[in-house]
């Protein structure tokens, strides 16, 4: 159990640090950015997610995450701050060896999104319906 209610089973090939982003961009997206805790943390979580995944993360930017998050608890008008924190905070409470792993540079053999590296156009060579939003 990660957060909000829902089941999302997952065999052990996927890997957590990509899960979390595609959870987050989905709770960033919906966000209607009234206010603040949500609108931002969300932002915020899925910016350094991205950076964390394309391999420009660091070991400060779990324990960011795992911040933002806690600060978005209970601090939002509706459920939906709650429901994008819950599983962020399941991620990086019950997965963090897959990301300090993910920082020594594990990687998923077949990723479930394609990000540019640092530096360039997050959604330059796209391979992703993920990437293709307009908002994402
Ligand atoms: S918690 Fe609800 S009201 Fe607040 S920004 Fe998020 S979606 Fe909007």
């Given amino acids: 159990m990660l957060g909000s209610?829902?089941?999302?089973?997952?065999?052990?090939?996927?890997s957590i640090v990509e899960f979390a982003l595609r959870t987050i961009r989905f709770y960033q997206h919906e966000s209607c950015g009234w206010c603040i805790p949500?609108?931002?943390?969300?932002?915020?979580?899925?910016?350094?997610?991205t950076r964390f995944h394309a391999g420009g993360g660091t070991?400060?930017?779990i324990d960011n995450v795992q911040y933002i998050a806690?600060?978005?608890?209970?601090r939002?008008?509706?459920p939906?701050?709650?429901?994008?924190?819950?599983?962020?905070l399941g991620f990086v409470k019950k997965f963090r060896s897959e990301?300090?792993?993910?920082l020594a540079g594990a990687r998923p053999a077949n990723p479930l999104i394609q990000i540019q590296p640092?530096?360039?156009?997050?959604h330059a060579g796209a391979t992703s319906p993920w990437l293709t939003s307009p908002s994402s």
């Fill in 59 to 61: 070991k400060k930017d």
């Fill in 99 to 102: 990301f300090e792993e993910y």
């Fill in 38 to 49: 949500c609108r931002e943390g969300t932002d915020w979580i899925k910016k350094t997610l």
């Fill in 80 to 88: 939906l701050g709650d429901a994008a924190a819950m599983p962020t």
């Fill in 70 to 74: 806690e600060n978005m608890m209970g």
């Fill in 5 to 14: 209610g829902g089941i999302v089973v997952l065999d052990e090939t996927v």
């Fill in 76 to 78: 939002t008008f509706c």
């Fill in 118 to 122: 640092v530096g360039e156009p997050e």
